[in-house]
């Protein structure tokens, strides 16, 4: 089945790390996304990892993944006030046509 | 500069009025997409196009219907037979599939009210 779960919510501190996870269930899925989520707005790309990768890095942001145990995660390095956002991963089915399956959501709330 | 609109940003209607949502694209995207975001819930699939004159259900189609007449404009209608309209709607549209990672693109949304 396609089921994407992720923690509802996550508390850091300005300039502290932060780590979103994500597991999801399809082992065909072909990429991997988060997206970010400001208040009252679309969704924003933030990065995607290809499924036969095991680390992406991009700025302050490193995603993670663990294709055996379909584990996904995302760091976000010197966390800022304006990352506080809600964070959504995607899998990417093998349809034939672009289907994405989304997480509930984390909330990050980042606090000076 | 390249995007996707929906307008409008909000929307109230009476309980047993159908309303129709705006999603407009000048990325010359092939694919588009109407998603349902509920409070502390992911994003549910409603209808997705994938041409020109072609559009498939997606995983909560019952009460909305679609159209794609043109490449730009994927118009989404709520009709009085959706039990509870109220939600958060995100339009989003992507390239030709099976070309590179197929970013998603979104626009900034509509909340639909129903009073």
């Known amino acids: 089945g396609e089921d994407v779960e992720q923690s509802l919510f996550l508390s850091v501190r300005e300039g502290d790390s932060s780590v979103i996870n994500c597991t999801y269930t399809d082992s065909s899925s072909t990429y991997l996304y988060w997206y970010k989520q400001e208040p009252g707005a679309g969704l924003q790309l933030l990065t995607y990892?290809?499924?036969?990768?095991d680390m992406k890095q991009d700025q302050r942001l490193t995603v993670l993944l663990n294709k055996k145990d379909k584990h996904l995660s995302l760091r976000i390095a010197d966390t800022q006030t304006g990352d506080s956002a809600i964070y959504f991963c995607?899998?990417?089915?093998?349809?034939?046509?672009?289907?994405?399956?989304f997480g509930t959501g984390t909330r990050l709330l980042v606090s000076p | 500069d390249g995007g996707i609109t929906q307008s409008p940003k909000y929307l109230f209607r009476k309980e047993g009025q159908n309303v129709t949502l705006s999603c407009e694209q000048n990325l010359n995207h092939d694919a588009m997409y109407w998603y349902r975001q509920d409070p502390g819930q992911g994003l549910r699939l409603i209808y997705y196009s994938q041409i020109v004159n072609d559009f498939q259900k997606g995983d909560i189609a019952e009460g909305y219907s679609v159209s794609r007449e043109k490449k730009e404009s994927f118009p989404l209608t709520v009709t009085s037979a959706q039990k509870n309209p109220t939600a958060f709607y995100l339009c989003?549209?992507?390239?030709?599939?099976?070309?590179?990672?197929?970013?998603?693109?979104f626009g900034p949304g509509t909340r639909l009210t129903v009073l």
């Open positions: 989003a549209s992507s390239g030709v599939m099976g070309v590179g990672e197929n970013e998603q693109f």
């Open positions: 995607a899998e990417s089915l093998n349809t034939g046509f672009q289907k994405l399956v």
């Open positions: 990892i290809f499924s036969n990768m």
